[in-house]
């Protein structure tokens, strides 16, 4: 049973760039939440998806956005990047949105973002 | 304040117990978590409780939740060098079921 997986692992940008991070969740999940974790901290939440529409978001700027495809899989993209971004970025994936049991979130291994 | 709070380091010998406390502002009636990061990976889930526990205990690992102090506690017993990590409570509230994190707590065993 795959885990929750992500592309790339690493990823080297210039300011001003754009660049679009992916997911597939774990099997069997069908909701998906973005994670920014800067160095030194704990993961910030950016936004989740659940039948391709954004349900839930942090406080992030619109530069930040994503996509939820009919297969589950997600798609987060940033533009205009900044030097502020240079981060780990983390996929979970969850049975559901709602609050239960199947709301527990796994975690992928993350894509490493430098913007130079 | 952070609405979760971790202290940044803990250092135990092999073999001792270490505890990772963690304290919040406010959860939702839901779970709260504890995960692990080792360098250079994601987040592994490692354990969770619900709100309406006072302890869950799973092999090595033990939760303790004051919900009056508002306190989440993480036991490992006969902690290996392998439990070397950053370990993150995770906390969702405000109504939300989307978690908190903490800033982690790094967790140095000494042979």
């Known amino acids: 049973d795959a885990g929750v997986t992500q592309s790339p692992t690493h990823l080297i940008k210039t300011r001003g760039q754009q660049v679009t991070l992916r997911c597939s969740p774990k099997?069997?999940?069908?909701?998906v939440s973005w994670y920014q974790q800067a160095l030194g901290q704990g993961p910030q939440f950016i936004f989740q998806?659940?039948?391709?529409?954004?349900?839930q978001r942090g406080n992030f700027p619109d530069r930040f956005s994503g996509h939820q495809f009919p297969n589950y899989s997600s798609e987060l993209n940033v533009n205009a990047l900044l030097l502020g971004d240079s981060a780990l970025y983390l996929c979970?994936?969850?049975?559901?949105?709602?609050?239960?049991?199947?709301?527990?979130?796994?975690f992928g291994a993350g894509t490493r973002l430098s913007v130079l | 304040g952070e609405d979760v709070e971790q202290s940044l380091f803990l250092s135990v010998r092999e073999g001792d117990s270490s505890v990772i406390n963690c304290t919040y502002t406010?959860?939702?009636?839901?779970?709260l978590y504890w995960y692990k990061q080792e360098p250079g990976a994601g987040l592994q889930l490692l354990t969770y409780i619900f709100s309406n526990m006072d302890m869950k205990q799973d092999q090595r690992l033990t939760v303790l939740l004051n919900k009056k102090d508002k306190h989440l506690s993480l036991r490992i017993a006969d902690t290996q060098t392998g439990d070397s990590a950053i370990y993150f409570c995770a906390v969702p509230s405000g109504g939300s079921y989307i978690p908190t994190f903490g800033r982690g707590t790094s967790l140095i065993v000494h042979p």
């Open positions: 099997s069997g999940h069908d909701t």
């Open positions: 979970a994936s969850s049975l559901t949105w709602t609050g239960s049991a199947k709301n527990i979130q796994y």
């Open positions: 998806y659940y039948e391709e529409e954004e349900r």
């Open positions: 406010d959860s939702s009636s839901t779970y």
